[in-house]
T-cell receptor, first 117, second 113 residues
C-alpha cells in the first residue's frame, strides 16, 4: 500500500503571498489531519477533515484553511504568509470512521517544508 | 485541557546503554497514548501504542513502554540502544476517538559509537 504523499516537498514564498499544499492519504483512509512542526512550538494540530467536512480545528488563525475532496485528498491553504509560518507541514491519514478499532493510528507523510522570506 | 510533557529534551547515550524517555500526560478522559519516532530526514513513524489492557506495551525495534495510571506516565524504554536509534521521539495523546493528536515537545536522542 502506498503511503501518505505530500506535494510539493519544498516551497519558498515571500511574505504576503499565499500557498496551497496537497496531501494524498493512504488508499481507503477517509480522515486527513494537518500538523505544523516548528523548532519552537513543536508539533501542533491544525485541522482534521473527514468525508469532506472539517471535524476538528486547532488554535490557528483564519489564514489557515483546508478542504477535502471526494477522493479524500486534502489541501491546506495559508493566505497572507508571515515569516512565522515557516515550518514543516505534515499531513496524516487514518482509517477513523471506517469501522473496526476505536482508536486509529495516524500515518504521516514526509511533509512540505515551507520557507517564508 | 489535555497535555503531554516530555522533560528530557536532549539525551546522549553510548551504544548498548539502556534508554528511558519520560512522558507525562494530563487528560480526564479515557487515555490512549502513542510514541512516534522521527529519524533524520524521515517522516514520523509509530513506535507503539497503548489503548487499554496490559499496561506494558511492546513496539517495533525492541522498544517498549509502560502505562502507569497513578503516575500519569507512559515512559519509553529500550534495554540496549543502537546508533541507528538516533532520532527524535514524540509522545502523543489522541483526543477521545478523534484523530487530533496532542504531541509532547519531543526528545532528541543521540547515540554515540
Amino acid at each position: 500500500k502506498a503511503g501518505v504523499t505530500q506535494t510539493p516537498r519544498y516551497l519558498i514564498k515571500t511574505r504576503g503571498q499565499q500557498v496551497t499544499l496537497s496531501c494524498s492519504p493512504i488508499s481507503g483512509h477517509r480522515s486527513v489531519s494537518w500538523y505544523q512542526q516548528t523548532p519552537g512550538q513543536g508539533l501542533q494540530f491544525l485541522f482534521e477533515y473527514f468525508s469532506e467536512t472539517q471535524r476538528n480545528k486547532g488554535n490557528f488563525p483564519g489564514r489557515f484553511s483546508g478542504r477535502q475532496f471526494s477522493n479524500s485528498r486534502s489541501e491546506m491553504n495559508v493566505s497572507t504568509l508571515e515569516l512565522g509560518d515557516s515550518a514543516l507541514y505534515l499531513c496524516a491519514s487514518s482509517s477513523w470512521g471506517s469501522g473496526g478499532a476505536v482508536i486509529h493510528e495516524q500515518y504521516f507523510g514526509p511533509g512540505t517544508r515551507l520557507t517564508v522570506t | 485541557a489535555q497535555s503531554v510533557s516530555q522533560h528530557n529534551h536532549h539525551v546522549i547515550l553510548s551504544e548498548a546503554a539502556s534508554l528511558e524517555l519520560g512522558c507525562n500526560y494530563s487528560y480526564g478522559g479515557t487515555v490512549n497514548l502513542f510514541w512516534y519516532v522521527q529519524y533524520p530526514g524521515q517522516h514520523l513513524q509509530l513506535l507503539l501504542k497503548y489503548f487499554s489492557g496490559d499496561p506494558l506495551v511492546k513496539g517495533i525495534k525492541g522498544f517498549e513502554a509502560e502505562f502507569i495510571k497513578s503516575k500519569f506516565s507512559f515512559n519509553l524504554r529500550k534495554p540496549s540502544v543502537q546508533w541507528s536509534d538516533t532520532a527524535e521521539y514524540f509522545c502523543a495523546l489522541p483526543r477521545g476517538t478523534a484523530s487530533k493528536l496532542t504531541f509532547g515537545t519531543g526528545t532528541r536522542l543521540q547515540v554515540t559509537l
